[in-house]
């Protein structure tokens, strides 16, 4: 993990570092990001929404972060553009031109050899991961974007103020820390960037952060990692993260880290100390480049920690003040914690422990730029319940979900003896109810309020309606016979008379054949999606794609190779076909809705297992709308997803949940790929993969 979490011990730092290795996979751009070569390898880019908040603003020259650390290699491909440059002073001149007390401090200051050269110092002995640190953080913060160079900072021209107060084995003087604030506050800092902590309070640092706050500037600082453990900032408290401590003023704005699925890192510290949390793992940055010294890698991947949480916020504040000059340091930190998206949830246990939240710089820029700032999204409201079934291996209960993850209802789909797992499907007019004071599932079929179930494996390919209460109303075979093989099923508007439909096909082990059937059973269509004599596994989904009134069918292969997506009419004609990922041939589950509110429905593919977790957003004819991941990228147990206005915005978002092999966490996403929410739906440690399904 890359952190500094610094002790002082007689007057001085000493920062242990570790880094961790990573390996990451590519993944194609969607059209509003930038260019930069390394760009896919910054999942946390997404999970912030900045691409979101890069289309108000990418940054600007006239906001200054002053990173306080081992030094920056300033002139770095992707940094030398960004390196503040002092224009009162002339290079090399050996006069204090600006009469600052700092001579030539062209590009910042060395304050561990009192020089003008802030780059990190390669002479051994040195930690290769104390020398990178500094450069690591500023890439972070403001690597130059959409350069067709290596990676995008959160802002891609804010100015980096560099000042050495490490040394390059992670070891520093906490006097000369001091001194380098005050200098940053007196030459034109907006944000200060902390990326270190100890357990030992300092009464000159103290003294001037706070002057620096005062003076207006942001003071952004890392929880700490400990060690490579956490700790409880309550209990044994560090600094400068909790200099704030019991006051009621919040002029440190504390960051602890979080990995990909919005959970606290195992090694970040907490507590009350912390403001707000950010993406601390698995970071692709800059790092030393230096050829004449060895140093040959511009870029590196592995870095974690609170380290590099600290300048994604750091970043978001930069974006922030170009946005929004006139905005304070305590306005700014009121924008951040405000538009945090929650991930309580995610965190049981840390209740109140990780600030705000996580936090989100495209609700942060849409929020500075409202007198009043939105709030946290909802995703407990009236419509937009969860359901979720378990694939095997576990009882085969249907669960019906608030959306922030309290479990509403739950009743057994078969006989408990029964560990097949199960397919479900709710009508397209599907609704919650009041009765008796409870709010039950509900699927809408001429009036009536049912829900659909198909069989998993080792069931017979038995089909389902059960009432609201879960009890069997009816049940059919969904082929001519019983089968073995378990059922995918769907549910939708497919002949445009208000009906409900209901889609069956083969989830493994079976012929691609598609069926239709009113609620009694009887078979309205009948087709096959590919040629009949393969035997594989199917996903069906519907929605109305070409805004004709009726719900098309979407087909895909969950287990066979080379197969396409197929759209087919209320007739079982082919409409349009294509092939989801350019490289990837295997299998895909595939869901639909209206994910932008225009009244014409987008189709959306993930991975089956063997393929990486990416989901993408297509219109009718293939056209590729957007695409992000969804899991972490070296997940390969595959992707169950579904569509529904979770959030009762008009729109759809995206559901999904590990297929086979990862835990039972279900998480929703928006069409940009934002996570709004996610909660456990079984046992943490079930591996079995579940079925999700959103009623609408």
Not at 131 to 150: D, F
Not at 451 to 459: L, T
């Amino acid at each position: 993990m890359l952190d500094m979490p610094s002790f002082f011990k007689t007057g001085k730092f000493i920062t242990t570092v570790v880094l961790l290795f990573a390996f990451f996979t590519e993944t194609t751009l969607a059209a509003f990001d930038p260019n930069d070569i390394h760009y896919p390898q910054q999942w946390y880019l997404q999970q912030i929404g900045a691409p979101n908040a890069w289309e108000t603003t990418t940054g600007g020259p006239d906001v200054v972060v002053a990173v306080l650390d081992t030094g920056v290699d300033i002139y770095h491909p992707d940094l030398r553009n960004n390196i503040l440059t002092n224009p009162g002073e002339i290079e090399h001149d050996g006069k204090d031109n600006d009469g600052n007390g700092y001579v030539d401090d062209v590009h910042g200051w060395d304050f561990v050899t009192n020089s003008p050269d802030p780059r990190p110092d390669a002479t051994p002995p040195f930690s290769l991961t104390a020398l990178n640190h500094g450069t690591v953080v500023s890439g972070i913060i403001a690597a130059e974007g959409n350069n067709v160079e290596g990676i995008a900072g959160v802002t891609w021209h804010t100015r980096i103020m560099p000042l050495r107060v490490l040394d390059s084995k992670g070891e520093g003087d906490v006097n000369i820390v001091a001194d380098a604030v005050d200098y940053a506050v007196n030459n034109g800092a907006n944000v200060i960037n902390l990326s270190f902590v100890g357990p030992g309070y300092s009464n000159r640092l103290y003294a001037s952060l706070k002057r620096a706050y005062d003076a207006g500037v942001l003071v952004v600082v890392a929880a700490g990692n400990n060690n490579g453990t956490d700790c409880d900032l309550d209990a044994d408290q560090r600094y400068p993260v909790c200099f704030d401590s019991g006051s009621n003023e919040n002029w440190i704005l504390g960051v602890a880290a979080t990995d990909t699925l919005d959970q606290k890192l195992k090694s970040s510290n907490y507590g009350s100390c912390v403001d707000i949390s950010a993406p601390g793992t698995l970071f692709y940055s800059t790092e030393v480049y230096d050829l004449a010294k060895g140093l040959t890698d511009a870029y590196g991947g592995g870095w974690s920690g609170t380290s590099v949480a600290t300048p994604v916020v750091s970043g978001v504040a930069a974006l922030i003040k170009a946005a929004h000059p006139a905005l304070t340091n305590a306005q700014i930190t009121n924008v951040i914690l405000k538009s945090a998206d929650h991930i309580s949830v995610a965190n049981r246990g840390f209740n109140d422990k990780l600030g705000a939240g996580r936090i989100n710089a495209s609700r942060a820029i849409l929020g500075a730029a409202s007198p009043a700032l939105t709030p946290p999204v909802a995703i407990a409201s009236t419509n937009g319940r969860i359901v979720t079934v378990a694939h095997s291996g576990y009882e085969p209960a249907l669960k019906l979900f608030y959306n922030d993850g309290g479990i509403q209802y739950s009743w057994p789909a078969y006989d408990r003896d029964f560990v097949g797992g199960g397919g479900i499907a709710i009508s397209e007019n599907s609704r919650l109810v009041p009765e008796e004071n409870t709010l039950r599932i509900s699927a809408i079929i001429r009036g009536e309020q049912r829900i659909v179930e198909g069989e998993g494996i080792g069931g017979l390919g038995r089909l389902r309606i059960l009432s609201t209460a879960g009890s069997a109303l009816s049940q059919w075979y969904a082929f001519d016979r019983p089968m073995r093989s378990p059922i995918n099923v769907a549910s939708g508007n497919v002949f445009g008379d208000g009906v409900g439909s209901i889609m069956v096909a083969a989830a493994a082990n079976g012929g691609p054949q598609i069926r239709v059937f009113d609620r009694g059973g009887n078979v309205k269509l009948q087709f096959f999606a590919y040629d009949k004599k393969l035997r594989g596994g199917f996903s069906v989904a519907t929605a109305d794609v070409n805004r004709d009134g009726k719900d098309e069918i979407i087909v895909s292969s969950t287990t066979l190779k080379n197969l396409p997506v197929r759209v087919f009419n209320d007739k079982g004609y082919l409409l349009d076909e294509w092939y989801p990922y350019p490289t990837y041939r295997g299998g895909v589950n595939v869901a639909a809705g209206d994910l932008d509110g225009d009244g014409r429905a987008e189709i959306v593919t993930a991975p089956v297992a063997g393929g990486g977790p990416q989901v993408r957003i297509f219109n009718s004819s293939g056209g590729v709308l957007g695409q992000f991941f969804v899991l972490p990228e070296v997940f390969r147990g595959g992707v169950s997803l579904s569509v529904g206005d979770v959030t009762s915005d008009g729109k759809d978002e995206i559901v999904i949940a590990p297929f086979s092999g990862g835990g039972p966490q279900v998480r929703i996403f928006t069409s940009r790929g934002n996570v709004i929410g996610q909660f456990f739906a079984y046992n943490e440690n079930y591996r079995g993969g579940i079925n999700v399904v959103v009623l609408r």
